[in-house]
């Protein structure tokens, strides 16, 4: 298949998410250009709205960045709160968060297991202090408190412990903060927050690197192409390293009048290694361009893949382990960014369906529409 296309890519959900935050954080109107519409996103806004009208129970159905940063939001606004989700987010780990937040003086009970949604907080003021986060599973703890902090009157000092997971994350939280006026000081694994409160600013988010990604695998599996993703900026953030492996299966990454652009390149096809302990979100997205290249490579760093919205490990392994079957069904695993991964393939092996091709939605509402060429059915 040839290629040509131009593509607005959505905006970033985390870049969204984290505005709305320093937005409720510093009690002013969000001056945000190009806002997500991802469900993600509109999960976290209405969820906002919500508490900004004093509804007791807030359900965040499975948005697992709006769990972990409205955990803190609650405990330090004042109100008794329910946050729950749907019964895969109440599987997803809250444990560090949730003894942090107790250690700076929060009232959190976790109402059927601890460790777990749904929580019952009793907001009220807090301080701040020194508090140590375990890192290991997610970096949206850290980046949980962090957020909250420039507003404790003795701002924050936190100690990251464990395995530095996802760390491109909790650095767009911190430079997202600082384009806010916060004042934030890293010292190797020890991040010191003044109190110092938020002031508003106009802010642009940025095309979504983790979305790209799947534009990088349809020019992998194609003849020849030359894909233009509007809206992306070259940056250290998020999932950017998409380019740079991309490159040894054979896409190129070009950048004329800030419009990136995808073509194909000569590579040698031997045996690969990814490593996604900072970039667990591309693993859906690596492992079925392999797949469909058939191309050996040794994946490292997915202890964590198990904590998102499906078992991502297990997810692909089942799915991919269909290819020559025909016709392809694949099942969805609730999990937007396996669908994704998985609809590229058609144009490798012919058709294939989704039982629920609508989860996209959660971080790429337009993809399907976008993707019209793709051989999809629901």
Not at 79 to 101: D, I
Not at 302 to 325: C, F, P, W, Y
Request: aromatic share 8%; charged share 25%.
């Amino acid at each position: 298949m040839r290629l040509h296309c131009d593509i607005n890519l959505p905006a970033s959900k985390s870049e969204s998410n984290r505005a709305l935050m320093i937005a409720a954080y510093g009690g002013f109107v969000p001056d945000i250009e190009k806002l997500s519409d991802s469900k993600d996103t509109l999960v976290l806004a209405k969820a906002l709205r919500q508490i900004r009208q004093n509804k007791a129970k807030i359900d965040i159905a499975d948005c697992g960045t709006a769990a972990r940063f409205l955990t803190t939001y609650l405990a330090c606004h004042e109100g008794e709160w329910l946050l729950t989700g749907t019964e895969r987010m109440k599987q997803r780990p809250m444990t560090p968060l949730v003894n942090a937040l107790r250690v700076l003086g929060a009232d959190i009970q976790c109402v059927d297991r601890e460790g777990y949604l749904p929580l019952r907080i009793q907001g009220k003021p807090i301080q701040g202090g020194r508090v140590s986060i375990e890192m290991t599973q997610s970096s949206q703890f850290a980046s949980s408190l962090l957020l909250a902090a420039p507003m404790w009157t003795q701002g924050l000092e936190m100690d990251l412990v464990g395995d530095l997971s996802s760390l491109p994350y909790l650095e767009m939280t911190l430079y997202m903060m600082r384009h806010f006026l916060a004042q934030v000081d890293v010292c190797d694994r020890t991040i010191k927050v003044s109190s110092k409160p938020y002031q508003k600013q106009h802010f642009t988010i940025d095309g979504d690197w983790s979305a790209a990604s799947y534009w990088y695998e349809m020019a992998a599996f194609s003849e020849e192409c030359e894909i233009r993703l509007r809206s992306l900026k070259a940056t250290d953030l998020g999932d950017s390293i998409i380019a740079e492996w991309m490159l040894q299966l054979g896409v190129g990454t070009f950048v004329e009048d800030d419009i990136v652009i995808l073509r194909k390149i000569l590579f040698e096809k031997r045996s690969l290694s990814f490593d996604f302990s900072q970039h667990p979100d591309l693993y859906p997205t690596m492992a079925a361009t392999c797949a469909g290249l058939r191309l050996n490579a040794d994946f490292t760093g997915i202890d964590n893949l198990a904590l998102k919205e499906s078992d991502r490990v297990g997810a692909m392994q089942t799915e991919l382990a269909k290819l020559g079957k025909s016709p392809l069904r694949f099942f969805s695993h609730n999990d937007h960014r396996v669908v994704m991964a998985l609809a590229p393939l058609s144009m490798l092996f012919g058709t294939v369906c989704f039982d629920h091709p609508e989860v996209v939605e959660k971080s790429y509402p337009d993809f399907w529409k976008d993707a019209s060429f793709l051989s999809v059915c629901g």
